[in-house]
């Protein structure tokens, strides 16, 4: 039951791995950018609570699709990751 349940997650594994990375880049920007670290955190911790309850039942309902949500998923993980890394170079 597990397995099987794991088996379908697995065309996601990129975008969860990239994911958490870009988490970590985004948590330390705003470290750098003098944010908070407990209003940081929790709303970090809020986040990953919301996309697991929507990957969970978007994963079920969209299995379909699987191949056209990793490929925007990871443009956005793209995106967001060149942007973080260009304003931490510019040092705004």
Do not use: H
Not at 57 to 67: A, E, H, K, P, R
Not at 69 to 92: C, H, N, P, V
Request: with cysteine.
């Amino acid at each position: 039951m597990v397995i099987w349940m794991l088996e379908q997650y697995l065309p996601f594994v990129g975008l969860i791995i990239f994911g958490n990375i870009e988490n970590l880049v985004l948590s330390s920007q705003g470290v750098v950018a003098g944010v908070n670290p407990i209003k940081l955190g929790i709303a970090s911790i809020l986040c990953v609570a919301m996309w697991l309850v929507i990957g969970t039942f978007g994963t079920q309902l969209l299995i379909d699709y699987v191949s056209f949500i990793e490929f925007i998923g990871g443009l956005a993980i793209l995106i967001l990751g060149a942007q973080a890394m260009i304003t931490s170079i510019r040092g705004e």
